[in-house]
């Protein structure tokens, strides 16, 4: 009990004093400016770059006309580490004083210390049971979580109020078990044509390429293998609910182009990498962009307040520590005052309706991946990373908009085990399987996607490339890329 009582203390101060390094270093972000690299404001959006270096290069000029604050008044270091990225305010910093422990183990209640597992429990239990954010809030049902505050665990050591059944009484309880059950309709069980990643189904097939099962570790809960299927099954029927218009360029904007497109969204690639959110925040990102220009004509020089405002949605969403709102107004050069972003915020949140869940690439690849590599193999990092590149390499180019984020992701994984051995043919029954794509439905995306693989050399947006030509990505933007694509390589063996 002695070690848990100094435990508690020591998680007390650091707790204190995170709080107050969180306080004390938000007042720094708009005093002080210590020397190092920032990652500079888009400013105003064009069509013309200038500067050299890879900090530069895509930025756009800023027009005489319309001048915001510069993008290099001020050279100011962000990183992630910090406490101000993080949410760093804690409510109730010091946690009650310890009671012995014959108090805790015997008698526990509300005035003794609470063990871990009543923290957790009480944490825990505060949220809904059901939560659904495929609905808006206009359509979704309304509902009540109700709470028994003086639930206590002393109630559990209570002996329950049980009901005895006389005798007498068995045979009418037997009636209408009967009754019911006569009443019940259950159908007889049939097979689900859609649904064929069952295991059954996969030990009917004959064929000379054996189908792996990729859903055969029940060890893992991560891997959801039980219901993976049925959640990839309704992945691929709500994507195309959540998709942008293929053609929001030509028939909703006038200010802005797709080239401006690829500027914000190469820029949003750096910020991800300045403050390490995860990869779905960006893809969610983008998606959310996309979503927003395809019903809202927009202004080149608010296109990257809709950008961070998209970001800050995304990273509620998919993060754990968020970056503050103070911190999108800053990695923006102040170019944009906190109730602008907050704004914006509320003006996407209320045309999306709130529906923030959508299918991304990224989604579909952690299963494709795993159907590439097979369960019986090593797992293959470097075809992991290969195909996360050529994915985010999708997002810069407006025409991939007409490709299904599950067509975009099969087709990463072609082309990256092509890239990786050009030998070997990159298809085979397992993908086509998990996929439900066969190689000739990829022609038309894997060949688009190859372009830029073999261009991303020489394209003036080069965050993508530099983020995937580092060690922790096995540096597969440097891997060579073949000039074609065998035809062959798109037809079924079989045929």
Same mark, same amino acid.
């Given at each position: 009990?002695?070690?848990?009582?100094?435990?508690?203390?020591?998680? =007390? *101060?650091?707790?204190?004093?995170?709080?107050?390094?969180?306080?004390?270093?938000?007042?720094?972000?708009?005093?002080?400016?210590?020397?190092?690299?920032?990652?500079?404001?888009?400013?105003?959006?064009?069509?013309?770059?200038?500067?050299?270096?890879?900090?530069?290069?895509?930025?756009?000029?800023?027009?005489?006309? *319309?001048?915001?604050?510069?993008?290099?008044?001020?050279?100011?270091?962000?990183?992630?580490?910090?406490?101000?990225?993080?949410?760093?305010?804690?409510?109730?910093?010091?946690?009650?004083?310890?009671?012995?422990?014959?108090?805790?183990?015997?008698?526990?209640?509300?005035?003794?210390?609470?063990?871990?597992?009543?923290?957790?429990?009480?944490? =825990?239990?505060?949220?809904?049971?059901?939560?659904?954010?495929?609905?808006?809030?206009?359509?979704? &049902?309304?509902?009540?979580?109700?709470?028994?505050? *003086?639930?206590?665990?002393?109630?559990?050591?209570? *002996?329950?109020?049980?009901?005895?059944?006389?005798?007498?009484?068995?045979?009418?309880? &037997?009636?209408?078990?009967?009754?019911?059950?006569?009443?019940?309709?259950?159908?007889?069980?049939?097979?689900?044509?859609?649904?064929?990643?069952?295991?059954?189904?996969?030990?009917?097939?004959?064929?000379?390429?054996?189908?792996?099962?990729? &859903?055969?570790?029940?060890?893992?809960?991560?891997?959801?293998? =039980?219901?993976?299927?049925?959640?990839?099954?309704?992945?691929?029927?709500?994507?195309?609910?959540?998709?942008?218009?293929?053609?929001?360029?030509?028939?909703?904007?006038?200010?802005?182009?797709?080239?401006?497109?690829?500027?914000?969204?190469?820029?949003?690639?750096?910020?991800?990498?300045?403050?390490?959110?995860?990869?779905?925040?960006?893809?969610?990102?983008?998606?959310?962009?996309?979503?927003?220009?395809?019903?809202?004509?927009?202004?080149?020089?608010?296109?990257?307040?809709?950008?961070?405002?998209?970001?800050?949605? #995304?990273?509620?969403?998919?993060?754990?520590?968020?970056?503050?709102?103070?911190?999108?107004?800053?990695?923006? &050069?102040?170019?944009?005052?906190?109730?602008?972003?907050?704004?914006?915020?509320?003006?996407?949140?209320?045309?999306?309706?709130?529906?923030?869940?959508?299918?991304?690439?990224?989604?579909?690849?952690?299963?494709?991946?795993? $159907?590439?590599?097979?369960?019986?193999?090593?797992?293959?990092?470097?075809?992991?990373?290969?195909?996360?590149?050529?994915?985010?390499?999708?997002?810069?180019?407006?025409?991939?908009?007409?490709?299904?984020?599950?067509?975009? #992701?099969?087709?990463?994984?072609?082309?990256?085990?092509?890239?990786?051995?050009?030998?070997?043919?990159?298809?085979?029954?397992?993908?086509?399987?998990?996929?439900?794509?066969?190689?000739?439905?990829?022609?038309?995306?894997?060949?688009?996607?190859?372009?830029?693989?073999?261009?991303?050399?020489?394209?003036?947006?080069?965050?993508?490339?530099?983020?995937?030509?580092?060690?922790?990505?096995?540096?597969? $933007?440097?891997?060579?890329?073949?000039?074609?694509?065998?035809?062959?390589?798109?037809?079924?063996?079989?045929?």
């Amino acid at each position: 009990m002695a070690s848990t009582s100094g435990a508690r203390r020591s998680t =007390t *101060s650091s707790l204190a004093k995170r709080h107050a390094s969180a306080s004390e270093n938000l007042g720094k972000v708009a005093s002080s400016a210590p020397a190092g690299k920032k990652r500079p404001a888009l400013a105003n959006i064009t069509n013309q770059r200038h500067g050299s270096g890879p900090l530069n290069s895509g930025r756009a000029s800023v027009p005489e006309s *319309s001048k915001i604050v510069p993008c290099s008044a001020k050279i100011v270091s962000i990183k992630k580490g910090s406490s101000t990225s993080m949410n760093a305010s804690f409510s109730g910093a010091t946690l009650p004083p310890t009671s012995s422990a014959k108090q805790s183990m015997v008698v526990p209640s509300r005035a003794t210390s609470h063990t871990k597992s009543d923290v957790v429990y009480s944490k =825990t239990s505060a949220a809904p049971d059901s939560f659904s954010m495929d609905k808006s809030p206009d359509k979704s &049902d309304s509902f009540s979580v109700s709470m028994d505050e *003086s639930m206590s665990t002393c109630d559990s050591l209570k *002996s329950p109020e049980v009901e005895y059944m006389d005798t007498n009484e068995i045979a009418a309880v &037997d009636s209408i078990e009967r009754k019911a059950s006569n009443m019940l309709c259950i159908s007889e069980h049939e097979e689900i044509s859609g649904n064929i990643c069952k295991r059954d189904v996969l030990a009917t097939i004959e064929s000379d390429d054996k189908i792996i099962d990729v &859903d055969d570790n029940l060890d893992d809960p991560q891997l959801c293998p =039980t219901i993976a299927c049925d959640i990839y099954k309704h992945l691929r029927a709500s994507e195309a609910k959540k998709r942008p218009a293929t053609n929001f360029m030509e028939r909703v904007q006038k200010d802005i182009n797709a080239s401006m497109r690829a500027i914000l969204i190469d820029w949003l690639v750096e910020v991800a990498e300045e403050y390490r959110l995860v990869p779905d925040t960006l893809y969610l990102t983008v998606n959310y962009i996309d979503r927003y220009l395809s019903g809202n004509v927009m202004d080149r020089q608010r296109l990257q307040l809709l950008g961070v405002a998209c970001m800050m949605i #995304a990273s509620k969403y998919e993060e754990i520590c968020v970056p503050q709102v103070e911190e999108f107004c800053y990695i923006t &050069d102040n170019t944009y005052f906190k109730d602008e972003v907050l704004q914006m915020e509320s003006a996407v949140l209320n045309y999306l309706k709130f529906e923030m869940t959508a299918p991304t690439p990224k989604c579909f690849l952690r299963r494709f991946v795993r $159907a590439a590599q097979g369960v019986n193999e090593a797992p293959l990092l470097q075809l992991e990373c290969m195909a996360n590149y050529i994915a985010e390499l999708s997002l810069l180019e407006y025409s991939m908009l007409c490709f299904a984020p599950s067509l975009i #992701a099969a087709s990463s994984i072609f082309l990256a085990k092509f890239i990786l051995v050009p030998s070997k043919r990159p298809w085979n029954s397992t993908l086509q399987h998990y996929t439900l794509y066969q190689s000739r439905d990829l022609r038309n995306c894997v060949l688009a996607l190859h372009g830029l693989c073999c261009n991303s050399h020489n394209s003036s947006l080069p965050a993508i490339r530099e983020k995937y030509s580092q060690h922790k990505y096995k540096f597969v $933007a440097k891997k060579y890329c073949p000039p074609s694509v065998p035809p062959e390589y798109f037809h079924d063996e079989s045929s």
